[in-house]
């Protein structure tokens, strides 16, 4: 028995807990978004970050990072730990099928874990939604918090992209918007306020909504 965590945004880059093997593919029916409020590492509460979760898509596709944690129950158990304090605005685990361009038909992996976020802005207090590009842009170019700037989780993530080979036309643009941002004149950046939230602050013993279920996949 082993656990396989897909990584679709920083994970890809930066997994940060001790893994096996990584692969790189896909899953499918979902598409990367930057819907979800990120209060602690790359924004605060009153200017939240802007980072990556999945909507549901028929037909999409989205590529990533799956990596394997074998060693025995106490070492998955380490790295879920991990990962459920990272990953701890994501309140949702997911199982999904991963696949390869060995081959397309059939999933070489499942039973993979993912962590999203629900689509509520009701019952989710980090779904921020979708927005237009351009508020998007200028949300990503002036967040930062204790773990540095928004946007360079966003250069970041599109240099991630072109390292495995897959570079995706959401990221490029968005990227791209945040440096047109980045390069107005002094006297109009000024006029552009950070986007403020009332997202509240998650106290120590907050706990995920879903519970874990099906780690393991054989």
């Not at 028995?1 to 930066?14: A, C, H, K, P, Q």
């Not at 081959?103 to 962590?115: A, Q």
Request: hydrophobic content about 35%.
């Amino acid at each position: 028995m082993v656990l396989w965590v897909f990584g679709y945004g920083s994970l890809i880059w930066n997994p940060g807990f001790d893994f096996d093997e990584k692969l790189i593919g896909y899953i499918k029916d979902y598409k990367r978004v930057f819907d979800l409020a990120c209060i602690d590492h790359r924004g605060t509460p009153e200017h939240p970050a802007r980072t990556c979760t999945l909507e549901q898509s028929t037909g999409a596709i989205c590529w990533g990072a799956a990596y394997c944690v074998r060693g025995g129950p106490e070492k998955e158990k380490l790295a879920m730990e991990y990962l459920e304090r990272r990953e701890c605005e994501y309140d949702s685990k997911t199982l999904v099928e991963f696949y390869t361009e060995t081959d397309t038909s059939k999933p070489i992996l499942t039973g993979v874990i993912v962590f999203t976020s629900t689509p509520d802005k009701v019952s989710n207090k980090y779904y921020l939604g979708p927005a237009p590009l351009e508020e998007m842009a200028r949300q990503i170019a002036t967040a930062s918090g204790p773990c540095g700037n928004n946007r360079e989780y966003l250069f970041k993530l599109e240099k991630a992209m072109h390292d495995i080979e897959h570079e995706e036309e959401y990221v490029i643009e968005l990227a791209n918007e945040v440096r047109k941002q980045l390069d107005l004149p002094e006297e109009v950046k000024a006029l552009l306020k950070p986007v403020v939230s009332r997202v509240p602050v998650k106290s120590q013993t907050q706990t995920h909504v879903s519970t874990l279920q099906g780690v393991f996949a054989s």
